[in-house]
């Protein structure tokens, strides 16, 4: 039971910090409507490029801004190939994140890059509080998750956010309306792609490395995230009858983080293997997926449609 708990305890850690990648994925898949496969990339580059900052003696605060920038840059060559040069979006990212794999190698200059014997950001504040990692971790991703989920919600309520918004549900009457369409993907795969790689260079300085493999399956992960938490607020919105706002939107995003890690922590701990967790995300996210389909055929639903 304590190695359940302290997994579980982690596994929270670890999903406030996957959460600030989930919120990047949410702006280009739910926002923007844009398949963007450039995050399996822009994660890993986001952690190559802090670690190699820290390295270089670069304070770790201030690496994380310099990861979001590589980041940002990543989504906005993805959204030059989709806008500019008239590249599917869907080929666009793919065509990025490839190129990404041989940038983060030169970034780090091997595949694997320790930070042993360094400072990092949960370092700094160990030594500081003397509390434990897991701890630290969890704060931290607090913190930044409450802090970005006001900055968003702040953001797309102005007029450039709503005109981002506006051409993710219909992209031809904003355009009609005089709106440069082009600009406003740009601008949301920029800022999409700058909270991917601030994720990982959280996640990377928590682990105590960055790896080129590191985002290896990170948009599969945001996707279940997202889809998670949709779920369990529509449940909540179907129980409770209060109106879903943009702010839940972001909310559940970070709890479907939360929840996706501890399924995985409770099945690792109930004996899973590791090597099968990518059956069970794509499980997880097929489920998810298939859920208000399933519901829809219920007869009790099908009564309601009825009556109404």
């Given at each position: 039971?304590?190695?359940?708990?302290?997994?579980?305890?982690?596994?929270?850690?670890?999903?406030?910090?996957?959460?600030?990648m989930?919120l990047?994925?949410?702006?280009?898949?739910k926002?923007?409507?844009?398949?963007?496969?450039?995050?399996?990339?822009?994660?890993?580059?986001?952690?190559a490029v802090?670690a190699?900052?820290?390295?270089?003696?670069?304070?770790p605060?201030?690496?994380l801004?310099?990861?979001?920038?590589?980041?940002?840059?990543?989504?906005t060559?993805?959204?030059?190939?989709?806008?500019?040069?008239?590249i599917?979006?869907?080929?666009?990212?793919?065509?990025t994140?490839?190129?990404l794999?041989?940038?983060?190698?030169?970034?780090?200059?091997?595949?694997?890059?320790p930070?042993?014997?360094?400072?990092?950001?949960?370092?700094?504040?160990?030594?500081?509080?003397?509390?434990?990692?897991?701890i630290?971790?969890?704060i931290?991703?607090?913190?930044?998750?409450?802090?970005?989920?006001f900055?968003?919600?702040?953001?797309?309520?102005?007029?450039?956010?709503?005109?981002?918004?506006?051409t993710?549900?219909?992209?031809?009457m904003?355009r009609?309306?005089?709106?440069?369409?082009d600009?406003?993907?740009?601008?949301?795969?920029?800022?999409?792609?700058?909270l991917?790689?601030l994720s990982?260079?959280?996640?990377?300085?928590?682990?105590?490395?960055?790896?080129?493999?590191?985002?290896?399956?990170?948009?599969?992960?945001?996707?279940?995230?997202i889809?998670?938490?949709?779920?369990?607020?529509?449940?909540?919105?179907?129980?409770?009858?209060?109106?879903?706002?943009?702010?839940?939107k972001?909310?559940s995003?970070i709890i479907?983080s939360?929840?996706?890690?501890?399924?995985?922590?409770?099945?690792?701990?109930?004996?899973m293997?590791?090597?099968d967790?990518?059956l069970?995300?794509?499980?997880?996210?097929?489920?998810?997926?298939?859920?208000?389909?399933?519901?829809?055929?219920?007869?009790?639903?099908k009564?309601?449609?009825?009556?109404?």
């Amino acid at each position: 039971m304590t190695s359940i708990l302290l997994a579980m305890q982690g596994a929270v850690s670890q999903g406030i910090l996957w959460s600030v990648m989930a919120l990047g994925v949410f702006i280009t898949f739910k926002v923007l409507d844009c398949a963007d496969m450039t995050v399996d990339g822009s994660f890993a580059l986001g952690g190559a490029v802090s670690a190699v900052m820290i390295l270089k003696g670069v304070d770790p605060f201030l690496s994380l801004f310099i990861a979001v920038a590589a980041g940002m840059i990543a989504g906005t060559v993805t959204a030059v190939l989709n806008t500019k040069l008239q590249i599917p979006i869907l080929l666009a990212g793919i065509l990025t994140q490839l190129a990404l794999y041989s940038v983060n190698i030169r970034v780090m200059g091997q595949p694997n890059t320790p930070l042993n014997g360094v400072s990092t950001i949960v370092t700094i504040l160990r030594d500081i509080t003397s509390m434990q990692k897991s701890i630290i971790t969890l704060i931290l991703g607090i913190v930044i998750a409450a802090a970005l989920v006001f900055i968003l919600y702040w953001f797309f309520g102005t007029e450039l956010g709503s005109a981002i918004r506006a051409t993710g549900n219909n992209e031809y009457m904003v355009r009609a309306l005089g709106v440069n369409t082009d600009m406003m993907k740009i601008i949301g795969l920029f800022l999409g792609n700058g909270l991917v790689a601030l994720s990982g260079a959280l996640v990377g300085q928590s682990q105590g490395y960055a790896d080129v493999q590191m985002g290896q399956g990170a948009i599969v992960i945001g996707l279940a995230s997202i889809i998670i938490g949709e779920v369990i607020f529509d449940f909540l919105v179907s129980a409770f009858k209060f109106k879903l706002s943009f702010a839940h939107k972001l909310l559940s995003v970070i709890i479907g983080s939360i929840l996706y890690r501890l399924i995985i922590a409770i099945v690792l701990q109930l004996g899973m293997k590791s090597t099968d967790l990518k059956l069970l995300t794509a499980t997880i996210v097929a489920a998810a997926l298939a859920l208000p389909v399933l519901k829809s055929k219920l007869p009790s639903s099908k009564n309601k449609k009825i009556a109404a």
